[in-house]
């Protein structure tokens, strides 16, 4: 296929989320269920708003704070928040091949604290020719919306966009789009599939 455009998912394929050691450090420091952590940090009401650039990381802080009794300030919130985020090298150079033949542009569902903290501390991901990030846009996926906003942003159809991302219901709603689009699930796959689409890899 004749493929103008790469958009791949960032958090589960490039970077992998360790968020069982945030909700394990809340934990051992309110001595309380890893559950109850854990309810709390992905409440849809406070995580989605963040997600969307409704409220800021203040603000998702404050009322997790609130509700939790968390004794941290916001720096070390921050920096539990943000130490979950670990690279994948085996993805990075994949995507650096990928990136001599093909424009790269990460599509996210994401917030400004994790956004910020990726563009500082993983220098590889300058591999993207551009973010679109739904803390910025305003939507996330699944949205069909932020699929097409993707493809006119960069001035491309659908169908000459490949979409990568590890969440099966976020392929399936890329391909609903009119892209074709790859799950991800290691870094050997990831090439045979793209491979067989016809991409430099």
């Known amino acids: 296929m004749k493929c103008d455009l790469v958009l791949c998912d960032i ?48 603000q998702y802080y404050d009322s997790l704070t609130a509700k939790l009794r968390l004794p941290w300030s916001f720096e070390q919130f921050s920096g539990a928040w943000n130490g979950v985020l670990i690279e994948n090298p085996a993805v990075v150079r994949i995507l650096e091949r990928l990136g001599r033949a093909h424009r790269l542009v990460a599509l996210t569902n994401t917030n400004v604290l994790h956004l910020a903290h ?64 790859v799950r991800f699930e290691n870094d050997r796959q990831l090439e045979q599939a793209l491979g067989a689409l016809g991409l430099a890899v």
């Open 118 to 181: 990726i563009k500082a501390t993983f220098p590889s991901l300058a591999v993207f020719q551009g973010w679109i990030a739904s803390c910025e846009v305003g939507c996330r996926k699944p949205d069909p919306a932020i699929y097409r906003l993707a493809v006119d942003r960069c001035g491309v159809p659908a169908h000459a966009a490949v979409y990568i991302d590890d969440r099966p219901e976020m392929v399936q709603a890329g391909r609903a789009a009119g892209l074709s689009a």
């Open 11 to 58: 958090g589960g394929v490039v970077l992998d989320l360790e968020s069982e050691r945030l909700i394990h450090q809340m934990a051992q420091v309110l001595a309380c269920p890893f559950e109850e952590i854990s309810t709390a940090i992905y409440d849809d009401q406070l995580l989605l708003p963040l997600e969307l650039g409704r409220i800021s990381p203040q």
